[in-house]
């Protein structure tokens, strides 16, 4: 399973910004993949990486970091393998790389995926 984040970029406090997180499955011979819940980390320098939103299968479960709360708004289109984070209201703490994750299986090994991460700046 592949993930390619986009949508980062450098913005102004009180911006928005939508970030988007495809995820390809390569199959192989032998090997079967399925995902089930995704979400988005993110890491500010200096700092640990932090879950920010984690949205479940179907989608209707979401949880957030009470500092996104709000203002942070996950979403997955399951039929085009994508999920958003709608970010609202930025704020200069929320600077930092955002990684998407996924969660699912390998056969029957549970794994967890990594994007590369986009950086997101905002300036106050």
């Known amino acids: 399973v592949q993930l390619v984040e986009s949508g980062g970029g450098l913005v102004q406090a009180g911006s928005s910004l939508r970030l988007s997180c495809a995820a390809s499955i390569r199959t192989f011979t032998g090997s079967t993949f399925s995902i089930n819940a995704m979400g988005w980390y993110r890491q500010a320098p200096g700092k640990q990486r932090e879950l920010v939103a984690y949205i479940g299968s179907d989608g209707d479960r979401t949880n957030y970091a009470d500092s996104v709360k709000g203002r942070f708004t996950a979403a997955r289109d399951n039929a085009k393998n994508t999920m958003y984070l709608q970010m609202n209201s930025l704020k200069p703490e929320d600077t930092g790389v955002y990684y998407c994750?996924?969660?699912?299986?390998?056969?029957?090994?549970?794994?967890?995926?990594w994007g590369q991460g986009t950086q997101v700046t905002v300036s106050s």
């Open positions: 994750i996924a969660e699912g299986l390998t056969g029957t090994i549970e794994t967890r995926w």
